[in-house]
């Protein structure tokens, strides 16, 4: 039998479905305007692409087809995602690219042949692609599923993801595999100080209608810190990206109501943008205290901004009492 061109690429001629977990912005940028770049990625790769339904923070991208179409969708994900990097750096005064970063989902069975003996599998891949690939710890909410996290350039991530696949075609997942899901927007959905919340995790996030305009508003109102300013681009072979830290500082008398009473109203701010909050102890002499903001800088924002909108709920009640609700 001629060997076909997909059995000559790594000796493979199989169907294979890989699951992707995309946030929403990323999602909206591989369906395009009128659904017309996931359409030309369908036409070009050969391969089935399905987006999960649910108006939710992340969605699956499931990618199924012979071996050979699923590269092929794959280097056009990695390529359009590096597109819009460089597009958000033409507004940002970064001087080094950050990576092209894409999360597989994979059965928790196939992740020990991923990693290998000792780690030997997943340094082998590494070193040989140049891509950074991280296996998560945990499994993810009520499933038996691990996020594989793969960053680098879009030829190095299309190399790893060609590695990832023979290893996962020679070790099937073991058992059933209950696949993740991403919660919709029929979670419980809790009311607090005019503003809906849904529970995903140990964290309340903003109901995903209102998240989209609250992520918006955080980015348009805080300064960015780009990718590889304050973090390397790649970090040590087996450490996770450091989190980023920011400081900021506010007035001692308006430490009280960025605190809420008993600590609610900083608990919330925690809870919603993910980030840690410490607030210093008062120096004598001086009229500020100072918060640190540590994590993403995406939970970064985040928190900045629900600390001014806080400021701004304040500043309304003061300027007229008739609103004032005891907060």
Known sequence: MEPTKAQSDGGLNVTLTIRLLMH?????????????????????????????EGNCPERIVTITGPTDTIFKAFAMIAYKFEEDIINSM?????????????RLVVPASQCGSLIGKGGSKIKEMRESTGAQVQVAGDMLPNSTERAVTISGTPEAIIQCVKQICVVMLESPPKGATIPYRPKAASTPVIFSGGQAYTIQGQYAIPHPDQLTKLHQLAMQQTPFTPLGQTTPAFPGLDASPPASTHELAIPNDLVGCIIGRQGTKINEIRQMSGAQIKIANAMEGSSERQITITGTPANISLAQYLINARFRDVAAMWNDPSSMTTS
């Not at 009128?34 to 036409?43: A, D, I, L, N, S």
């Open 24 to 52: 929403g912005k990323e999602v909206g940028s591989i369906i395009g305007k009128k659904g017309e770049t996931v359409k030309k990625m369908r036409e070009e790769s050969g391969a089935r692409i399905n987006i999960s």
């Open 90 to 102: 033409s507004n940002s005064p970064a001087t080094s690219k950050p990576p092209v970063t894409l």
